[in-house]
């Protein structure tokens, strides 16, 4: 195993991967809470990021509802904490398969009557917002009004119940971005993960060649939608709240799938690095604007879509292929 980690991965690649890990488990103890947070923002957007680029990066299926995965998580994992004391790691437990059931209806209904490219896309919506408004209206979890955890304050942290600092949840989904990492690695170099490239570049060909498009797409699905599922799980115990408009916008869905874009579609390290260009440039200019006391509605929206302008005129496959060319680094890694 610990051979397929370092396949393809330079020596220079190795040490600065090493260094950045540490580096990564030290800084906790050299900032605020306020950097904290942002850095636990990072991580959970390069999580979902990485869990998306399954789906899309690696076999080639637009999703633009994967705000869907996120919800069910959240909720699933929120209700059996609030009504039936069921600790979030068990509710992660209920979390993946329910999340995995219906990223599996969808890819079932898309795949088996043949809904692809922008027609799948418009499909993830259409669930993503069945759910919204489904939730809306389920009372059991607060409907419109909101769903919440109980909030207790901690002098030690609880890391079953996920109840403690922002120190604690900084590890916790910095654990989640490093073990999404190495599952990605392995899956983009294991036989499906080959599959699923022939896929994405030309599913035609791919079958002709015998490959089962419809079966490595379900799958690449049900994975993708699973691990999505345990972030929801960490933003409702982060958070403490819920409600059906903020975890189910379209809004949502977009902001996860950006990181991949920026940092590079299909590669490993894309999605991390887009998290930390995105998310950290986002707070500096908030922060900026702050202490000029200037106050610009939509500010990070139009930030954003310069950023994905400038990234699709001047690096179309994503800013880490070209970073990691000039590092002498794995093109695609």
């Known amino acids: 195993m610990i051979a397929r980690l370092i396949e393809g991965t330079s020596r220079r690649g190795l040490v ?5 890990l540490a580096f990564l488990i030290l800084i906790p103890f050299f900032v605020n809470d306020y950097l904290i947070t942002v850095l636990i923002l990072i991580f959970y957007f390069a999580f979902v990021g990485q869990a998306w680029n399954i789906m899309m990066g690696f076999a080639g299926q637009l999703s633009l509802g994967h705000a869907l995965y996120v919800g069910l998580g959240a909720y699933t994992s929120a209700a059996l904490y609030v009504h039936f004391g069921v600790g979030p790691w068990i509710g992660m437990l209920a979390a993946i398969p329910v999340a995995g ?19 799948f896309a418009i499909l993830t919506i259409a669930f993503c917002e069945f759910a919204r408004v489904g939730f809306d209206h389920f009372r059991w979890v607060g409907g419109s009004a909101g769903f919440f955890l109980p909030v207790a304050q901690y002098s030690v942290n609880d890391l079953w119940n996920l109840r403690g600092k922002p120190s604690m949840f900084y590890y916790v989904i910095l654990g989640f971005t490093v073990a999404a990492f190495i599952i990605c690695h392995l899956l983009l170099r294991s036989r499906m993960g080959y599959f699923w490239q022939a896929i994405r570049e030309d599913e035609p060909a791919a079958r002709a060649l015998g490959i089962n498009a419809f079966r490595y797409k379900m799958i690449a699905v049900v994975i993708s939608a699973g691990m999505t599922s345990l972030a929801g799980v960490f933003f409702a115990f982060f958070y403490n709240n819920l409600f059906p408009e903020q975890v189910f916008h379209i809004s949502r869905s977009i902001e996860m799938i950006l990181a991949p874009i920026i940092g590079g579609v299909g590669t490993l390290f894309g999605p991390i690095l887009g998290a930390v260009i995105l998310t950290g440039l986002s707070e500096t200019m908030h922060e900026i604007l702050h202490l000029l006391g200037v106050d610009v509605p939509g500010a990070k929206a139009v930030f954003y879509g310069i950023c994905l302008l400038v990234v699709i005129v001047a690096l179309p496959d994503g800013v880490w292929p070209w970073l990691s060319r000039r590092l002498g680094l794995s093109e695609r890694k």
């Open 101 to 119: 059931a219906l990223g599996a209806v969808i890819g079932f209904l898309a795949f088996r009557f043949g809904v692809s490219g922008v027609y």
């Open 16 to 20: 600065l991967l090493a260094l950045l």
